[in-house]
């Protein structure tokens, strides 16, 4: 007999997953009965928060959907963090979690991992829910999650099923596969942005995480019309190194001054959140007049104001409006000017103390170059994110934006490296944000997931305290002592280094990388 639990690991194979994130418990021990001798390989994490940090790290680098395995109530309230992160950041998440038996539910009768109503709960969370009691009814779940990961704004998808109907028979579920498409640009639409855009004497272009896979299609286009294209955080690899390249913060001035400048904006996969373009909540944003945006997600489209609405794919929507600028269309003048000089405002707006910081993500990536470097929320993750080229598309990633999780950087990077074992993966975290989740470097081992754990140990939140000190409030609760990381390493058994001078930094990451072992570097900051 095949049961529901085998069921699923045979449906999860169908749908390409090979990877899943979780712990086991009473309330899943059903779901793990097929997985040993599936294809599909399990990592344990230390704690279910990291569980789906890793699946969210994963879908980051590979592109195809995390997938985490939970228990009912603990499990699932501890992974509830991950899933808001993986919401506020367009990130693909399966999570699949037990529930009580079918006839306790929402009686309240205190059996163990109880929740009042843990659908009802996951419903704010998830883009959706959906309780399995009938085994027939799994690939049809299956199918709809998978589809709303290809065909408009991912995010985390809950499937929870019952401790009595895991081990229920599951003959012959055959998984329904589709072949999912996002919407198409209406031809209109892209015939009139085509119209601006050919008029158009200072173009500029926007550039967001939903543009990540388009950074040929975005390059052909800006190149086209002369256009620079600032990236916000999620953006940056895209277009690394080019003339026309902003790889600076909307939150900035000298950005701001470019995007007032222009009298023509296309704004490509970006949800104007507040965290990219008015980090600082001064309100000095302002919505250009002649904006056509592209987005997926017809509600993302209808929260900001645009002249022009196009819901598709960045891919679809960028080669359909780059056709349909004809042969007489010629590059505006100036582009590469106006590039150059936003740049050169933008670093020197930063400072010099932000400089330093970025010279560290400098020396990351020019020491192992095309590394994914995954950032936790510190200080240098934060200079970078207002100023940075990065080498690699979608290969720098951070919660320093969007829903902003401590902790997210060491068990995503794990997830990350899983996805791409040939590329060099860097999790950038300071002391206070590495100590949430400091025990997933056990899992990294475990796994053999080759993470270089660099920790910027600056022994205490001392953004945080800065921005006390700013407002007149005298810090409390902002210097946490953090332990003796080179040992707790040694307890791992991963080898580690401190670093006192950062010029020291490249070769330690270059000896790091050699070992093809997870490592640790710390670097005392005073």
Known sequence: ?????????????????????????????????????????????????????????????????????????????????????????????????????????????????????????????????????????????????????????????????????????????????????????????????????????????????????????LRRLAERLGAPVVQTANARGLMHGHPLAVPASPSLKAARALIA?????????????????????????????????????????????SKLAIQAECCAALDALTGALDAATSPATHGEQRAAAAREAAWNEIGAVMHAQVRVVEAIRDALPGAVIVGDSTQPVYAANLYYDHDRAGGWFNAATGFGALGYGPPAAIGAALAVPDSPVVCLAGDGGFQFTLPEIGAALDCGANVIFVVWNNRGYREIEASMRDVGVEPVGVSPAPPDFLKIAEAYGIVSE????????????????????????EISVE
């Open 1 to 217: 007999m095949t049961t529901l639990g085998e069921a699923l690991i045979a449906l999860l194979e169908a749908h390409g997953v090979d990877t899943v994130f979780g712990i086991p418990g009473v309330h899943t021990v059903e779901l793990y009965r097929g997985l040993a001798r599936s294809r599909i390989r399990h990592v344990t994490p230390r704690h279910e928060q990291g569980a789906g940090f890793m699946a969210d790290g994963y879908a980051r680098a590979s592109g195809r959907p995390g997938v985490a395995f939970v228990i009912t109530g603990p499990g699932l309230t501890n992974a509830i963090t991950a899933m808001a992160q993986a919401r506020a950041g367009s990130v693909p998440m399966l999570v699949v979690s037990g529930v009580n038996a079918t006839p306790t539910l929402g009686k309240g009768l205190g059996f163990l991992h109880e929740l009042p109503d843990q659908r009802g709960m996951m419903e704010k969370v998830a883009l959706s829910s959906t309780r399995i009691t009938d085994p027939r009814d799994l690939p049809e779940a299956l199918a709809a999650a998978f589809h709303l990961f290809s065909s408009t704004r991912p995010g985390p998808v809950h499937i929870e099923i019952p401790i009595d109907v895991m081990a229920n028979p599951a003959e012959d579920l055959a998984p329904v596969l589709r072949n999912p498409a996002a919407p198409l640009p209406d031809e209109t639409t892209i015939a009139e942005a085509a119209r601006l855009a050919r008029e158009a004497k200072r173009p500029l272009i926007l550039a967001g995480g939903g543009a990540r896979k388009a950074g040929g299609r």
């Open 261 to 305: 400048d222009a009298d023509f904006v296309l704004a490509a996969g970006t949800e104007f959140g507040p965290t990219d373009y008015d980090m600082y909540g001064d309100g000095g944003f302002i919505f250009p007049a002649n904006l056509v945006r592209i987005d997926i997600d017809a509600g993302q489209l209808a929260r900001r104001p």
């Open 498 to 521: 401190r670093l006192d001078d950062i010029g020291a930094l490249p070769d330690a990451l270059r000896r790091a990388r050699a070992s093809q072992k997870p490592r640790m570097v």
